[in-house]
């Protein structure tokens, strides 16, 4: 058994490969959706054929510091003493694990825990250099760089503005610097401006695409939940003063914006009855309960509300 934790996805993956390799019975579960109790009789099922193959279970946050169901941790400490040979199970966590946990130091007596770290500098220019030569594209250092720093040297952010930039080209050739520069996200903060203001737009496409960057870069959606609620008030208030006959700048002074936003909260209004973002307010602030309460999976959460939006 295998337990591969750390911060990047892309990283995580790669671990897993160099363990699957070619082999093609790989069951994947999540501990989000299932319980331990399913992964362990899946992990001790043998076919009539006897076969080999990998389970990977993605989530172990029982390895972490929450809270775990003991009935379920001590039938899973029974299951090591004497595992099912023809499976390999790969467990993932993108949280820190408590190694002064009983069933973590169990788990490392007699099987593998592989840390997976964030890249130095150099490491990471070396590897987005080596990912675009092995799809045949000619980058310079320079741009790698770039690239580099405009991801907050996240990994799997670079790797995901990289498959950007392999379908913008779509056949091998040289990266031009301003390409780069019009594909490549800025920053962090430009992103989460962007996925609110989607988000007002009602656009789901682009915020769905942009909440899948912010994923990556493991942004706090409690910090996304907030920047949301904020604009709907801004919203909310403009439209009700507008509705009074309040002018634009009696609305700026009264709310503590500048003229243009409030004009343009006015302008995104256009696609909203006041009701409507009352019961949005409304929404978020029980989704903020639920995710601070550990009822709901933080990304889910915000998932769940962009479909109220539909």
Known sequence: MYLIYGDSFRLIEEEIQKIVKEET??????????????VLVEAGYVSLFEEKKILLVKNASFFTSAKTNEEEIEAFLNYMEQPNPLTTVIFTSYEKID???????KFSEKNKIISVGNLKTNDLVSKVRDLFFSKKYKISTEVIQYIVNACGSNYDLIYNEANK??????????IAFSDVKEIVSKSMEDNHFRFVEAVVAKDLKRAVSLLEDLYILKVEPITLLMLLAREYRILYSSMLLRSRGYPIQSISKHLGLQDWQVEKSLRASSSYYVNDLAVYLKQLAELDYEIKSGKIDRFLALKTFLLTLV
């Not at 019975?25 to 399913?38: A, E, F, I, K, Q």
């Open 25 to 38: 019975n790989v069951v994947t579960l999540d501990l989000y959706s299932v319980s331990l109790t399913d």
């Open 99 to 105: 190694a002064r946990k009983k069933v973590t130091k």
């Open 165 to 174: 930039l392999f379908l913008y080209y779509g056949e091998s050739q040289t």
